[in-house]
């Protein structure tokens, strides 16, 4: 084949003999590689879609290099560091703060006793826990020791209005860091209820609720007669007739048989239940209602009343009011609180964080 012959001829290679594989004829030679046979250790199509298969270290997370099982980290991308404690103990605190706040305004407050008129049940220097949420539950019992606002009853002034939900705030948060001022709680037991006939005395020296014989040798204080004086009182309607367990001493409605109410204290003004003396550890014990205020027959029909004069404190009676104890035991019952809340809202703040991150991918 000539020079003209080729130029005519595209089809044919221009090397003609010098093409491998090829003789100057232009055949193939045997074994030669053909135009579009597979070469030894090519891929292969694939069987059923004829596509070539892919290196096994090509997928995500393969045995291939860099195949880690897990998403590839950006060149230069820093790990993602957890939030630290100390950045959640503003939100600790602050929860803790209002915990406490509702904990001492609505639940429970610790009252330290300040004077011996409810000796030996309560001694001087003990710190009470009080129950607020008890009176709200049932009707207050003959025999409870409570602590109330002596305000209008007690002490001289106008009876204040029932304290609202703000009122009661507020008092928490003075005291909080201290006792609030104008400090009027007293505490002591009731012997009385709403409509009873309560007397002194009886031919054996005891007092009697609707004719029935008080038997208080377990809560008195040793030594104490019931009362020395005598009274006979029918408690008003929403009112509440009290007395100290030292007789001798205490300052209580006896004492205050002139003022308002013929000495008898508002239901409205009841603070809470003093169920618990929680300090000194060696003074821990609960405040039970003695028994013999659980007489069914104190419920009988009531007597006839027939009100004492009204008789002036000495130097032997005097009434002191109860303070409000510092305001640890409800700062750690908030902090005890506040712990789970944080982690709670922490990682639910951080499970939407994760929410929203999805949905902008």
Known sequence: ??????????????????????????????????????????????????????????????????????????????????????KEMPILILIALVLALIIKTYAFQAYFIPSGSMENTLEIGDKVLVNKIVYHLRPIHRGDVIVFNGQGSWDPGPTPPTPNIFDRLYRAVIGLFGAAPGQTDYIKRVIGVPGDHVRCCNPKGQITVNGIALSEKSY???????????????????????????????????????????????????????????????????????????????????GSSAAGAARPATADTFTIPVTPAGSSLPLAAGFIGAVPLTWGQRRLRRRLARGWRRRRQ
């Open 220 to 302: 008195l204080f040793p030594g104490n007669a019931p009362s020395t004086i005598p009274f006979s009182i029918t408690v008003p309607p929403g009112r509440l007739w009290v007395m100290g367990d030292h007789r001798a001493v205490s300052d209580d409605s006896r004492d205050h048989r002139g003022y308002p109410g013929g000495g008898s204290i508002p239901e409205n003004m009841v603070v809470g239940r003093a169920f618990w003396v929680v300090w000194p550890p060696s003074r821990w014990h609960v405040l039970n209602i003695p028994p013999t205020f659980e007489q069914s027959t104190l419920n009988a029909s009531h």
């Open 1 to 86: 084949m000539d020079e003209e012959q080729r130029a005519l001829d595209p089809a044919l290679p221009e090397g003609g003999a010098d093409v491998p594989g090829m003789p100057g004829n232009g055949q193939a030679q045997p074994g030669a590689a053909q135009p579009g046979a597979a070469r030894p250790g090519a891929a292969q199509p694939g069987a059923e879609g004829g596509e070539e298969q892919k290196p096994r270290h090509a997928a995500t997370g393969g045995d291939g290099p860099g195949g880690s099982g897990g998403k590839k980290k950006k060149k230069g991308e820093k790990p993602k560091k957890r939030g630290s404690f100390f």
